[in-house]
């Protein structure tokens, strides 16, 4: 029997961006994109809780 690496399931890479997209499939550029997608979200969610904060902090102290 002869061993194949590429017959091994592939670990995800890190949830580092940018990664290599030369080495993805398809199927893995979309779940990339999606995940994508998905910090976006949480980076907008985060930035408009923080502006909430700001907006909240200017008018309690007057936005010295």
């Known amino acids: 029997m002869v061993f194949d690496p590429d017959d091994l399931p ?5 949830t580092e961006f940018p990664r290599n997209l030369e080495k993805m499939s398809v199927g893995e550029l979309k779940e990339y994109i999606e995940e994508l997608k998905a910090e976006i979200a949480r980076a907008e969610a985060d930035m408009k809780q923080k502006e909430g904060a700001a907006s909240l902090a200017d008018s309690v102290f007057g936005g010295q």
Do not use: M
């Not at 592939?10 to 890190?14: F, L």
């Open 10 to 14: 592939r670990k995800k890479e890190a």
